[in-house]
């Protein structure tokens, strides 16, 4: 994460854990890699050295939105599950459903990253559910002030990778905003 630029960007430490991200069950992301927006178009399956006792935070945000140059959306929150049984992520509280990357067209490389935090217990989060279509309830999202709120401390996993405009980001603009890009 540190030759990603994450720390400082983002984080001040990097997470405890390498978050292990598998996409359509076909393909593992590996820390720092290029993927496509069409590869990552569906919630990925999660792994981490969970206690089954505990509940988790998992956060996805892009540092890097519009572009590295000039993220003046940073960051983009694109997923945030919260009270997450051990890692059963489908018994979470979804406050912003997962949306894969859709990095502007001439924007460059982007990063992502997946968080997963371990709270000290079911919290009662006062966030309301972030529509898909509500773009701004997902820019300018603070991971940092988010995580002190709650008192989540840093990130027990994580992963960052890569993605760059394809062919699909202009469907999931069309789809998410209705807007053709």
């Known amino acids: 994460m540190k030759e990603m ?6 984080l001040d430490e990097p997470p ?7 996409y359509d069950n076909t393909f593992d992301i590996e820390e720092g890699k290029t993927y496509t927006p069409t590869e990552l178009k569906f919630q990925p ?3 981490w050295d969970a206690d089954h006792e505990s509940f988790y935070t998992v956060v996805m945000i892009c540092p890097d939105a519009p572009n590295r140059e000039n993220p003046m959306y940073r960051s983009w929150l694109h997923w945030l ?3 997450v049984p051990g890692l059963d992520i489908m018994k979470g ?10 990095p502007p067209k001439d924007s460059g490389m982007q990063r992502y990253l997946i968080l ?6 079911k919290l009662d989060f006062d966030e309301k559910k972030i529509e898909l279509s509500n773009a701004d309830g997902h820019s300018n999202f603070e991971v ?6 709650y008192e989540l401390g840093s990130p027990v996993a994580g992963n960052v990778f890569q993605s760059r405009w394809d062919e699909y980001v202009p469907e999931l603009m ?4 209705g807007v053709n890009e």
């Open 81 to 83: 599950v919260v009270n």
């Open 93 to 102: 509280q979804p406050i912003s459903d997962y949306f894969g990357p859709l």
């Open 144 to 149: 940092k002030k988010f995580a002190e709120k």
């Open 5 to 10: 630029e994450v720390m400082p960007d983002i």
């Open 116 to 121: 997963v935090y371990q709270q000290s217990d």
């Open 45 to 47: 399956r999660l792994d």
């Open 174 to 177: 069309k789809t998410l905003y």
């Open 16 to 22: 405890k854990e390498l978050l292990r991200i598998r």
